[in-house]
């Protein structure tokens, strides 16, 4: 059984930032693409980042520079490093891991099956 655990998100202004985090609770977490996505009030979820068993990263157009993810093999953690935060950043963010090897990449998001419950993010200028 894989579990997905978000934390570190919260209120912070507008420049400013955070970091989230993921642990996994479930097997193999260094052989699957993993993945944060994020959803605003109001509109549909979209991607921000993903990294493949091998460390290769894929982040989407518009956050490219902003957020960096990694992760922690040992500690079965997820990582986004989110700078220069904006109030359009604002959202629940959420980690996620593919069940199968399937193209790792932030835009495919239908490829990914465990979903963590997500954490709040909110920006303030």
């Known amino acids: 059984q894989v579990q997905l655990a978000e934390s570190g998100g919260g209120s912070v202004q507008a420049g400013g930032s955070l970091r989230l985090s993921c642990e996994d609770s479930g097997y193999a977490f260094s052989s699957y693409c993993l993945g944060w996505f994020r959803q605003a009030p109001g509109k549909e979820r979209e991607g921000v980042a993903a990294?493949?068993?091998?460390?290769?990263?894929n982040y989407a157009d518009s956050l490219k520079g902003r957020f960096t993810i990694s992760r922690d093999k040992g500690k079965k953690t997820l990582y986004t490093e989110m700078n220069s935060l904006k109030p359009e950043d604002t959202a629940i963010y959420y980690c996620a891991r593919q069940q199968k090897p399937a193209t790792c990449h932030p835009g495919f998001q239908w490829y990914f099956g465990y979903w963590g419950q997500g954490t709040q993010v909110t920006v303030s200028s």
């Open positions: 990294i493949d068993h091998d460390g290769t990263t």
